[in-house]
């Protein structure tokens, strides 16, 4: 009896302890590494009740020195679904986060709105939808994780599309809906003053 007790004992803490690992190994909330006055918890702020699968990781670049390494996670039970009909990934419907690492090489202006050189996260606020391998509208803000000069909190941004085109990689289309104002001192280098509004018409497109 007493040897059935520990058997039984030993399998429950088993089990348990191989659901806190897959539980971890599946999460896609933490903190990431980020500027100083910074802190990012998770690829999404208000993803909570979103279960995510992975479906697409991808590298983009544009003609301008941005690049992004972005991942596209699905809704599981959405995904699922869609697998049951022999849907693929990258045709699936549903809920989808877009997040990742965007990197400015050399600072991008547009009028007085700029877009300073350095490495930033890429951060969903909410869920948007994907149907047919695209998404589209996903608002989300970009922290730096290293000190921007003139960047005092996260840059508002959109990205307006994210096209899934060869199965493997993905065509985006980025806005920024504020960035720091430039202007020059006497001896023409750039100083970097408060946020202002890009207007919609600041658009980086990546593939």
């Known amino acids: 009896m007493k040897t059935s007790k520990l058997n039984l004992s030993l399998i429950v803490t088993a089990l348990i302890f191989q659901l806190g690992c897959q539980k971890s190994g599946n999460s896609t909330s933490g903190d990431v590494a980020a500027a100083p006055g910074f802190i990012v918890s998770g690829t999404c702020v208000n993803c909570a009740d979103m279960n995510r699968t992975v479906i697409l990781q991808s590298n983009s670049q544009a003609q301008n020195g941005v690049s ?3 991942t596209l996670e699905a809704d599981t039970f959405a995904l699922q679904q869609n697998t049951l009909f022999g849907n693929s990934p990258t045709l699936y419907q549903g809920r989808a986060v877009l997040s990742g690492t965007l990197r400015v090489s050399s600072t991008v202006q547009s009028g007085i709105c700029t877009f300073p050189a350095g490495t930033y ?20 803000q970009l922290i730096p994780q290293f000190a921007v000069p003139g960047v005092t909190g996260p ?5 307006s599309q994210a096209v899934i085109y060869g199965g493997t990689r993905l065509l985006l289309n980025l806005r920024l809906l504020q960035g720091p104002a430039i202007a020059y001192t006497g001896y023409g280098q750039p100083v970097f ?11 980086i497109t990546l593939n």
């Open 121 to 140: 996260v890429i951060q969903a606020l909410n869920p948007t939808f994907m149907t047919y391998g695209i998404l589209r509208d996903e608002q989300v």
């Open 68 to 70: 992004a390494t972005t």
């Open 155 to 159: 840059i508002p941004a959109v990205i």
């Open 193 to 203: 003053n408060s946020m202002v509004n890009c207007q919609d018409a600041f658009g």
